[in-house]
């Protein structure tokens, strides 16, 4: 019987009628591995993921190796997203044993949940010097049943070593600004100076390292950190791994140019993205970042806004190609020059072809290609290509589109609470901010309980059952100091405090340093705690970065070394692993800034107060913390932040007031200065 049909992730629910007989992750399953004396068969992925339906296709679809599965193992699906923490153990596991790791994630495990045999994919046939998925199920049997000590030996061998990876940085310091610039290096060396990014195929994009690269600017004035990050972005967003009819980012890019993507496209990636693209036109003023950055807001509110206001996760790789009725990767969004002629006519095909790098060859598979926006495209009017971009909008829009995983996650929606308020501040578009707002809301009333623990997801306005990790408490946190900051409205301040001491209370170590489950959560076979980005911020530096940004906003001593002992990881890991760690770096750099708290007071109904707000939130000094509204008396009465208290004006003008490291600049009403202050932009 598969047990998946009640589950509310959309994973799980595309595997409820294989015919193997599934069981969501729990003691049950391990209980009934127990009683059976076999091994559990444990499959790890995630909804969007284009090789988990491929295997899930070829071998959970088939009734042959089903009946072999349901016969010799006790099977269990995991959704990666629900349960990171069960993913982040056992991809350690296959890491550490095969050097590689990836989704689909295939795990042998003891009744005890130890691991023995590992894996990704596996193909029905021998391929690529790889065994079949039957050749794996048939050998892992046969040393079950012929040589059960060994495997014994083998799992409680693998259970020390992982247990033995305990991490103690609480001690190593604080970064300074040598270690930052060791990681600029290591960085620079690493950079692909001709296509941007760093590294080779696939290309992944390093948001949080861009954000370093650029908060490294702000505070040094580096140009080398910035051009680096200005030349990736360029090359993506010109890239095939921007959507450059619809907004949005994929993925990752499967070559070193960003031509192809791996086409699923992720709420964290675009969130993130977002931010970066805002941040880039805060610092430089790029045309092209400011429509990247609004392109990509504007995407995650059209296609993954959800009834109840929070933010599906992911949008599939695949979908249905009209001709074959196959579903296949890429087929919404690639074409080919005879496509863009039926929808444009040939005059304007041929234009579109030369400007959006349509060749007959194609660039992707079949013929077609996945547009661009090539350096040596022709100049063209931008109302015309307005104009293109519309009609072959609409017309895609036919296409069978892909599914999408209609989940809420707490962190990834922590994460697009922040970039849509900062880009609705920073471009005056208060819908974007209205919709930050009630994802944030949703996260409050659905995902919060009343001692304000966070669960991980929801589900058309319905909480999971899956408690939240760290990076759900950082994220989240971020992005309510980040609607604080941009509304003004205290009580997201006051939500993200009570995230911050959960932090200290359940996820603390005595060192200092954090793990990613709480101390009261299920046990594994290991804790797990992981302080390196994988595709969004590690919970370690998410968390590290919300507590030095409470800390600015309310005074916290408590708060501010919390954060200085997380630090520690940046210390160790910035010099030597800087792609890894980019979040860490770049929250590394607001804490070397200050970072600086800004208070900015004035008569709500004085239009000039909304204009010094706007001034202080473009400031590029790393990290800055913004506060507004009418003065804090000493009793508390007034406005609503801390950092408000006790501030007056001057010539009963909005003032704004600039401090750091226990001092503060002149207050002043002018908005001229107060940008010379923060480093801002002027547009």
Same mark, same amino acid.
């Given at each position: ?10 994973? #799980? ?20 591995? /127990? ?41 269990? /699906? ?10 982040? =153990? ?57 040589? $059960?000590?060994?495997?014994?030996? =083998? +799992? ?5 070593? %992982? ?30 100076? &001709? ?14 390292? #861009? ?53 699923? /496209? ?5 969130? %993130?993205?977002?931010? !970066?693209? +805002? ?8 045309? *092209? ?36 009725? /196959? ?42 290609? &996945? ?7 022709? &100049? ?12 072959? *909008? ?36 208060p819908d974007l901010v209205e919709r930050a707002t009630e994802a944030a809301d949703l996260l409050v009333r659905v995902h919060m309980d009343g001692r304000a623990r966070l669960a991980r997801t929801s589900k058309d306005g319905r909480v999971g059952p899956n408690a939240g =990790? ?5 994220? =989240? ?53 992981? $302080? ?29 070394? +919390?954060a200085e002992r997380a630090l520690g990881v940046v210390h160790a890991l910035g010099p030597r692993v800087p792609r890894f760690i980019g979040h860490g770096l770049a929250v590394a750099e607001a804490l070397l800034d200050g970072p600086r708290e800004v208070a900015v007071v ?15 939130? #473009? ?5 800055? &913390? !913004? +506060? ?56």
């Open positions: 019987m598969n047990r998946l049909a009640d589950s509310q992730s959309p994973y #799980l629910l595309q595997h409820a009628s294989n015919p193997v007989d599934w069981w969501p992750w729990g003691e049950a399953a391990m209980t009934e591995a /127990k009683r059976r004396g076999v091994p559990i068969l444990l499959s790890v992925g995630y909804a969007s993921c284009h090789w988990c339906h491929v295997m899930a296709h070829e071998s959970f679809e088939d009734e042959l190796a089903a009946a072999y599965m349901n016969e010799h193992f006790v099977n269990i /699906k995991v959704d990666r997203e629900e349960r990171p923490d069960v993913d982040a =153990v056992y991809m350690e596991a296959v890491q550490a044993a095969t050097g590689q790791g990836g989704w689909p994630m295939t795990v042998f495990l003891t009744p005890d949940a130890e691991p023995f045999y590992f894996g990704t994919y596996f193909p029905p046939e021998p391929r690529h010097g790889m065994p079949s998925f039957m050749q794996v199920l048939e050998g892992v049997r046969t040393a079950w049943v012929g040589r $059960p000590e060994e495997v014994a030996e =083998v +799992a409680q061998r693998i259970v020390r070593d %992982l247990a033995g990876r305990q991490l103690d940085y609480g001690k190593a310091g604080t970064p300074g600004p040598e270690e930052l610039a060791q990681a600029l290096l290591g960085l620079t060396r690493e950079y692909d100076a &001709v296509r941007g990014g760093f590294g080779g195929a696939p290309k992944f994009p390093p948001s949080m390292v #861009l954000e370093f690269l650029l908060r490294h600017h702000a505070r040094t004035g580096g140009e080398g950190a910035l051009q680096m990050a200005a030349d990736t972005c360029e090359a993506m967003a010109r890239g095939g791994i921007y959507d450059q009819l619809g907004g949005g980012f994929a993925r990752y890019s499967v070559d070193r140019e960003w031509v192809v993507p791996h086409f699923e /496209k992720m709420l964290y990636d675009n969130a %993130l993205l977002c931010r !970066v693209y +805002a941040h880039l036109w805060r610092a430089t003023g790029s045309d *092209l970042a400011r429509r990247v950055a609004l392109e990509t807001a504007d995407f995650m509110v059209r296609e993954l806004r959800t009834a109840e206001g929070g933010f599906a996760s992911a949008l599939d790789a695949d979908s249905e190609d009209p001709l074959t009725g /196959k579903h296949v990767e890429g087929a919404y969004y690639a074409w080919t020059p005879a496509q863009l002629a039926e929808v444009l006519g040939e005059d304007d095909g041929a234009l579109a072809a030369a400007y959006f790098g349509v060749t007959d060859e194609g660039t992707f598979e079949h013929g077609a290609s &996945v547009l661009q926006l090539p350096q040596d495209g022709p &100049v063209v009017d931008a109302g015309v290509i307005a104009g293109i971009r519309e009609r072959l *909008l609409a017309a895609r829009a036919g296409r069978p589109a892909p599914g999408r995983d209609d989940k809420v996650v707490a962190a990834w929606n922590g994460l697009a609470i922040a970039a849509l308020a900062e880009c609705g501040a920073y471009f005056e578009r =990790v760290l990076e759900d408490y950082g994220d =989240v946190a971020e992005g309510f100091l980040a609607l604080a900051s941009v509304t003004g409205e205290g009580v997201w301040l006051e939500f993200a405090g009570f995230l911050v001491d959960l932090v200290l209370d359940r996820f603390t170590a005595e060192d200092g340093s954090l793990y990613d489950t709480a101390h009261d959560a299920e046990r594994l076979i290991r804790r797990p705690q992981d $302080p390196t980005d994988t595709a969004a911020p590690s919970g370690w530096t998410a968390a590290a970065g919300a507590l030095l940004s409470y800390a600015a906003h309310t005074g916290s001593q408590a708060h501010r070394t +919390a004035g008569h709500p109904e004085d239009p000039a107060l909304a204009g010094m707000h706007r001034t202080a939130l #473009l400031g590029t000094a790393p990290g800055a &913390v !913004v +506060a507004v509204g009418l003065p804090r008396a000493a009793d508390g009465s007034g406005g609503e932040f801390p950092l408000l208290a006790e501030r007056t004006l001057v010539h009963d003008l909005p003032t704004a007031y600039v401090c750091r490291h226990f001092v503060c600049a002149r207050p002043t009403t002018d908005p001229v200065e107060l940008a010379d202050q923060l480093g801002a932009f002027r547009p």
